[in-house]
């Protein structure tokens, strides 16, 4: 999408840091994580960035990590994946209608990427989300990936402010759901839980089958 490639180095110091992640664990992806899904789904989901271990290791978003366990169960359970469970880029999972992303492609160190390094890689999401068929959903995972939607259609960050199960209708019949990330602090603090994480996803569900395919 709009020039993404796993090549891309348009960050200094994200690509030095991968440069240095790859040697220390040559087994591991350590390049920029595409996109895992249907391009022309009607539900986008947005992350942050790839974890050390999880997406940068695997080089499937979401994979290999915690974040991924409540992700891709909760996936399954509501009939946007073939498994409940993404063990590596090469398994047989699909997504159904569905398409994951993040905000940021790279690895950040401390997994906290600059401001500038969002606004680097903000043209990858805008292209997702200006397909040939774009999508009617984008489910933002944390506030960065909410902001880094509003940022990829041009709109001002504060007519939209960013709350666990907010619903907005942005321009372009494009509607915008928040919810709080699905990491380990998140849910072991039990700031997100299962059945809130449900919750969401049942809602989306619901506005999918409403709606002719």
């Known amino acids: 999408m709009s020039g993404f490639s796993i090549d891309c180095r348009r960050c200094p110091r994200l690509a030095g840091f991968l440069d240095q992640v790859g040697r220390d664990y040559p087994d591991y992806h350590a390049r920029p994580v595409p996109s895992f899904g249907d391009p022309q789904a009607r539900l986008l989901i947005v992350g942050l ?108 960050l504060s007519a939209y402010p960013f709350a666990h199960g907010a619903q907005h209708d942005l321009p372009g019949a494009l509607r915008l759901v928040d919810s709080y990330h699905c990491s380990r602090y998140n849910t072991q603090t039990r700031r997100l839980t299962a059945t809130m994480f449900q919750g969401l996803f049942a809602g989306l569900r619901a506005q999918l089958d409403a709606s002719p395919p």
Request: aromatic letters at 6%; proline letters at 7%; one cysteine or more.
């Open 49 to 156: 960035a790839p974890g050390m271990h999880g997406a940068n290791a695997t080089g499937r978003p979401f994979t290999g990590d915690h974040a991924g366990i409540l992700l891709y169960q909760t996936l399954y359970d509501f009939g946007f994946a073939t498994a409940p469970v993404s063990l590596n880029a090469s398994d047989a999972l699909q997504l159904n209608d569905c398409r994951i992303t993040n905000a940021v492609r790279c690895l950040p160190p401390a997994n906290k990427p600059e401001t500038a390094e969002v606004n680097n890689c903000n043209a990858f999401l805008a292209g997702e989300l200006a397909g040939a068929r774009p999508p009617e959903l984008v489910l933002a995972l944390g506030t960065i990936a909410h902001r880094a939607v509003l940022r990829a259609r041009k709109l001002k």
